[in-house]
């Protein structure tokens, strides 16, 4: 599932981006380091793969229901974690550009969720141990159960966390966890059989296919370069949240709490997040009403409102649909003088 | 020996599962000529292909291109000097659009962008499709496919040729465009293909080449006109030799 | 069947892509740049912002009309691409009741102009990134993620990636073709699929050795050149510049209630 730029605040948004970012520079050095360069067009054809394969629907025998390869795990499988981290990357940033799928400012949070979880989480830590040497096709069918279930919960937490940081919605942490987590166990699981059925194939066709996997590369100075991107991201996130709280008119970054996303996770955190969107709702106020309604509107919203409403919510809306009309006429003399000047040329 | 535009001798390949491709391949091309290499499929054509601009290593014997022997050292020089046309366009056509397809071979030997500019034009022309220069690959037919693959080895000049197939999939009117086009080309070409009338009307000589051994080598008509040694090798004798075309003798 | 109508989209893209005009011209750069600092601003508005936001849509519009790609294009993906944020969002109103606007006798909520706001956000945002590759096209603008630093690696395999999904999908589409026909079933029983997929898959991997052999043969050494005729000028300069301070005033004053409230004192 994508994140949507529109669900995304600057601060949540920003931090992924340079999480995504230092991975992507991680992998990147990584993947010159192997110096394999037979590996640029292997990574972008199979990147070509795995977005047809998507459009690829399996049947769930019993269920009724379909779905399709995920991808990341089938990537880390066949080219090394970096490798899959770059061109998942890659199939996202196009998903966001020609599809429209999750947008820009999301396509942090959408490398970071369905890239690093995949390639850097599930693969390692839960695909490789359990598949072992590869020897037994039963084992490497549950590791790839087991790894696409991983990644995807991993995945909707992360969207769920990001989305209720992000405090665009007023979606509660727990509603929307229950929501997600419970249909992105099936969907993992869908995803799961898809990839063990494909890999089942491959293992009989070619089986040298699945072995060629260079990983880890010097582990120690890549580890501390790891480190030292993790601690920089950090950074990133916390400078960006400090700038939120400390401009938190001007800027109204919303309820950034990225750095409390322990915090979110408690359910009876309720009552903390709806003071906190009172609080942030009466800070909202001076972009809908004259200064001056602002000490009132705090003092009293019930009684402040239709004062505030008569002025700047009318003008709002009237300015709001003459702006738009203005947008449009504007384009449409624009594309005009351009076709009737292409004409006379 | 300086005489022949591209000399192999004793050439064997045998792929990693033990298949023997290639077994004591020797022949000589000199310069300007067209040899068309003929064969049933698995004879090794391909194979044969990959190794004459490096793509594959000898595993014994050796290759001489303009008496320049190919190994590790001279690689570069040759890849520069023979252009392999590769059957399907698709693989050899990876840039974005057409023009930068054909610039890649000049962008990599590092030319100037005066020259590359050049090259990317003069190329074109040569196959007739500057008009397309901006499309990207998907939106070409499958003969405008083929000239941009060709154009993007020509834009390299090279002074060999070698092509794979290069008639599959174009419907009559575009394979005769081809043949036009490739019958006009003054470069030494090797041209692999089950297309018999198509080597009969470009190349003046043909190799038949069966089972990693070549197993006949002399002029087009006196090859493929003897019927026993075609259908011994899994081919036969083209129609265009089976009838007499007044304006083509 | 949506797959398929997604590749000729994916082709109306290029297409418009390969137009000429003064905003294809410029730079990639200046475009990547100016569309970052558009979603940055689009973000930073606060979640019950509705006025404030619709100067924003000047510059979706002003860069479509003037590089004149088609309109329609664009907003049927718009419509596809809506579900889920609009999914989401549709909880606000659910959840959030606090009353925020009187307008005569309706009363409206909070939870309803934050939903609003999602929406405008979202028309917004996925616009700004389709105008960036509709006027844009994926290889000009890998050659200005190249030369803003993106790494070189990540570049050279998206391009590998844009030119080979219409051989691999076709492929694929092909495969599936063949396989329903016999079976009968739009979606493909495990079993099938995995021979299916996978053997798309080792013709992929086929067709990634024989694109490198392909690339050797024309003297490949590891990095790729090539060409870019796009240098940061002036117009760059004045298009970030000009868009930017645009952006900046839309951010500071919120211009739709200035001109609702100008049209009113005018009217009456």
Known sequence: MHMADALVSPAVGGTLWAASAALTFYSARAVRRQAREALIPLMGVMGAFVFAAQMINVAIPGTGSSGHLGGGLMLAILLGPQAAFLVMASILAVQALF???????ALGCNIFNLGFFGAFVAYPLVYRPVAGDGASAKRCSLAALLASIVALQLGALGVVIETVASGITELRFSTFALLMQPIHLAVGVIEGLATAAVIAFVRRARPEVLLVVPWPVSRGSNRLLFGGLLAATLLVGGVLSWFASSHPDGLEWSIFKLTGGEELALPDDSLHQQLASLQERSAVLPDYSFQSAEAEAEADEAQAWPAVSAGTTVSGMVGGALTLCLACAIGFILRWQGSSRRAAG | MNASALEVSDLRFAYPDGTLALREVSFRVSPGEAVGIVGANGAGKSTLLLHLNGCLAPQRGSIHIAGEQLDSASLKSVRRRVGLVFQDPDDQLFMPSVEEDVAFGPLQAGLPMEEVERRVVGALQEVGLLHCRTRPPYRLSAGEKRAAALASVLALSPSVLVMDEPSTHLDPRARRRLIELLGALAQTRLIATHDLELVVEVCSRVLVLSEGRIVADGPTRSVLNDEPLMLAHGLERPHILQHHHPHRD | MRAESRWLELGQMDDAARMDSAVHRLDPRAK??????????????????????????????????????????????????????????AFNPLFDREPMLHLGGWTISGGWISFANIGIRFILTVSAALVLIATTGMHRLCAGMERLAVPRVLVAQMLFLYRYLFVVSGEGSRMVRAAQLRAGASALSLRVYGTLVGMLLLRSLDRAERVHQAMLARGFEGSLRRLDAHSFGWREAAFVLGWLSFFAVARVWNLATLLGSAAMRAGG
Do not use: C
């Open chain 3, 32 to 89: 990547i740049l100016v569309t970052l600092a558009f979603l940055v601003v689009v973000m930073s508005f606060s979640r019950y912002t509705l006025s404030a936001l619709t100067p924003l849509l000047f510059y979706p519009l002003v860069l479509i009309a003037l590089s004149r790609v088609p309109l329609l294009p664009l907003a049927r993906k718009l419509v596809w691409a809506a579900p889920f944020a609009l999914l989401v969002g």
């Open chain 1, 99 to 105: 599809f429209a799928d999750g947008g820009l400012l």
